[in-house]
C-alpha cells in the first residue's frame, strides 16, 4: 500500500486498535475490510466462525462497546 505524499503511518497501541470481527465467506466482513484499508485505518480483525462471531460481539457490548 503506497501513502499519499506527506501521509505517515502511526503507531498505535494494539489495545487501542478498533477490532473488526469477521466471518469467512462474508461480502459484509470484505466491504468492512475493504473500507478500512482505503481510509487508512488501522484496525486488529479477529476471525470467527459464522454463528460464533455473535458471541464476541455480544461480550464486546457487555464489555462497554470498546470495538
Request: positive net charge; charged residues 20%; hydrophobic residues 40%.
Amino acid at each position: 500500500m503506497q501513502l499519499p505524499s506527506g501521509a505517515r503511518l502511526v503507531d498505535v497501541p494494539e489495545a487501542d486498535l478498533p477490532t473488526l470481527i469477521t466471518i469467512p465467506l462474508s461480502h459484509f466482513s470484505e466491504k468492512a475490510r475493504w473500507g478500512l484499508d482505503r481510509a487508512r485505518i488501522p484496525y486488529k480483525e479477529n476471525r470467527h466462525s459464522p454463528g460464533f462471531h455473535a458471541l464476541a460481539r455480544n461480550g464486546l457490548a457487555m464489555m462497554g462497546g470498546k470495538s
